[in-house]
């Protein structure tokens, strides 16, 4: 069974310091990894989609790595600011149809202080 | 840029109700996606479509029906409600199916 394993469940860290997440997959086979953000009582939205060649995609402050070799992604936070307090999902696509492609993680709760 | 419009926002409904949930969205995209997201767990596909008049069940269909009349439209039916069901509602929409979806705001929906 596909699964999407992250950590931690949440985190809590001071205003302008950095922040790692992990996501660990077993979907197979691989098509693409996806990071979206949720923020509260909102839908999540896209940060990076990563292929099987990519290793590492930015968008702005976000970096997310991927060793499809390990199965293993990680979402980087540089400089975070109280804004990138949500949930971040990691969500991993399969070559199936295009329905049940996607296997969704829990989230980890970032919480950013000042 | 309305993208994907979810309506009701919230809901309270009696076990035995029936009730829709209405999704549209205003970017052409084929693919149209129902999830029910519960606390702490990840996003669960009930239902999808891949175009017009085109719907397939995903992995938690029993006790939901939907309809893709439009391009537009992708309407959520439950029929008799449970509390099971009480749950966060996300439609999405796609175009091709390997891009990044586009999530409404959610419905969040009580059954008492």
């Known amino acids: 069974k596909n699964q999407v394993e992250q950590s931690p469940q949440s985190l809590i860290i001071l205003e302008g310091k950095n922040c790692t997440l992990q996501?660990?997959?077993?979907?197979?086979?691989?098509?693409?990894l996806r990071w979206y953000k949720q923020d509260t009582g909102r839908g999540p939205v896209s940060l990076t989609i990563?292929?099987?060649?990519?290793n590492t995609k930015s968008n702005g402050r976000y970096t997310a790595t991927l060793d499809a070799d390990t199965k293993q992604s990680s979402l980087h936070i540089t400089a975070s600011q109280l804004s990138d307090s949500a949930s971040y999902i990691c969500?991993?696509?399969?070559?199936?149809?295009?329905?049940?492609?996607?296997?969704f993680g829990g989230g980890t709760r970032l919480m950013v202080k000042p | 840029n309305a993208g994907v419009t979810q309506t009701p926002k919230f809901r309270i409904l009696k076990i035995g109700q029936s009730m829709t949930l209405q999704c549209a969205q205003d970017?052409?995209?084929?693919?149209m996606y129902w999830y029910r997201q519960d606390p702490g767990m990840g996003l669960k596909l009930i239902y999808y479509?891949?175009?017009?008049?085109?719907?397939d069940k995903g992995e938690v269909p029993n006790g939901y029906n939907v309809s893709r009349s439009t391009t537009e439209d992708f309407p959520l039916r439950l029929e008799l409600a449970a509390p099971s069901q009480t749950s966060v509602y996300f439609c999405?929409?796609?175009?091709?199916?390997?891009?990044?979806?586009?999530f409404g705001d959610g419905t969040r929906l009580s059954i008492l």
């Open positions: 996501c660990n997959y077993t979907v197979s086979p691989f098509s693409n």
């Open positions: 999405a929409s796609s175009y091709p199916q390997d891009q990044p979806q586009h």
């Open positions: 969500v991993v696509s399969d070559d199936g149809n295009a329905g049940n492609m996607l296997t």
């Open positions: 990563m292929t099987f060649s990519e």
């Open positions: 970017m052409n995209h084929n693919y």
């Open positions: 479509s891949v175009g017009a008049g085109i719907t």
